[in-house]
């Protein structure tokens, strides 16, 4: 259940609001965030770009334990000079996070916000256009679905000192060996017996 502000659902009554997408994707150089508005404007400490009309977030899936599965981000209208610098950044795998808005139309200005979607930015393609634009879209990862892939840690000593050089915790772990349990009772086989002859003959 997503929880709004007071000022958020006092505006809801009025129908008083307006509602904006944006998200954001942590580059290694800084954030790169958009909005889907005419203006630029700082949202919770993150700077948000001016992106009306350029970008279109697509319907997503959730599961039964409300999480979204995936979703696509298409920015449309790139010029050839942001296509290179977009193509030549190491996107794959960057955290993406894509939120919601709530704006006061009197004010006007920012009234509540909530992230609905975090993960990880998964494959990128491009469609290049006759006006020498192109579109990209952008294919999110929801983050659970790193639970289910197995890690490349091996839990032995040097590899956790790896992440704490005083970390030695696996020097005093035992070493597991592999012994044979059987399950259940053992049924010995019956010795067999010697048959006797009747009369000497059978």
């Known amino acids: 259940m997503r ?46 770009e001016p992106a009306a009309g350029v970008f279109v977030i697509s319907a997503f899936s959730s599961g039964g334990d409300l999480v979204t599965r995936s979703l696509e981000i298409t920015v449309s209208g ?16 960057r955290p993406v996070t894509v939120s919601r808005f709530v704006i006061a139309t009197e004010s006007p200005e920012v009234i509540h916000s909530r992230a609905w979607f975090t993960g990880f930015l998964d494959s990128m393609t491009w469609r290049e256009a006759a006006n020498g634009t192109s579109t990209i879209v952008l294919r999110c990862e929801d983050i659970g679905r790193e639970l289910g892939l197995k890690g490349a840690r091996t839990r032995s000593p040097t590899d956790q000192r790896q992440l704490s050089a005083d970390d030695a915790f696996f020097d005093r772990v035992v070493e597991a060996v592999n012994s044979d349990i059987t399950w259940g009772r053992i049924v010995s086989q019956p010795v067999e017996q010697p048959r006797k002859k009747l009369f000497g003959i059978f």
């Open 3 to 48: 929880v709004l502000s007071s000022g958020a659902l006092a505006a809801l009554d009025t129908g008083r609001f307006a509602a904006r997408n944006g998200f954001v994707v942590a580059m290694p150089d800084g954030d790169v965030a958009f909005w889907d508005d005419a203006y630029a404007a700082t949202i919770g400490g993150t700077s948000y």
């Open 78 to 93: 790139i010029d050839a000079a942001t296509h290179s610098l977009i193509v030549d950044e190491p996107w794959h795998q």
